[in-house]
């Protein structure tokens, strides 16, 4: 079983990482293959809507293809995200949304958590503001005892937040259970569901 950590923060080093570690140790004491990745402090490409990724496969700004590679290799995926301002950064936003509009095929079926970190307030927004991406997946979401929340502002002051820790193990036990259950069940030929061809209606075909 490998899971993949998505560090969303520019900082390496900080309460995210934190939170992320937490869970890697818990995930690493359960026997899981873990796999970390830091989206890093440079700028990222918004979508441009301009197609290439159907013919491509993958987003024609090359800066995701790292990142398509290790999410199609994991079976399951924690995504960090800082808190900035009133929600998620808009780096994690927009590699998020590129990376789901071009190659959603590697994440699909695949359970899917979202934990965060922040000083104070918003950081449910934050984590809202990533999760909702995965509601177009067919992805699994996993939730652990309490909402997957870790404050401080640095490093170590998250490691003070002992409910925040404990939330990060719960979650990162639940993504282990749901994904060898999952990994157990197509062993046994249970495979995923086909998917229905799409219904796409908008307001005007319903006057």
Known sequence: MKILLINGSPHDTGATRRALDECRFKLEELSAE?????????????????????????????DIDYLTEKASNADGI????????????????SVISRLLFSAKRCVEY????????????????????VAKFFSFTSAPTVSGIYPPIIYGTDYESAGYDAEGLQ?????SENIYWLTACILKARALGITPPIAEPRIKTDISSLL
């Open 110 to 129: 695949k359970p899917i958590a979202v934990v965060g970190a922040g000083r104070r307030g918003c950081i449910s927004s934050a984590i809202d503001d």
């Open 34 to 62: 873990v796999e970390y990745y830091h989206l890093g402090n440079g700028p990222r490409h918004a979508c441009t809507a301009c197609g290439g990724c159907k013919k491509r496969r993958v987003c024609v700004y090359g």
């Open 167 to 171: 939330n990060m193990r719960s979650v």
């Open 78 to 93: 924690i995504i960090g995200t800082p808190t900035h301002y009133a929600g998620a950064p808009g780096n994690l936003l």
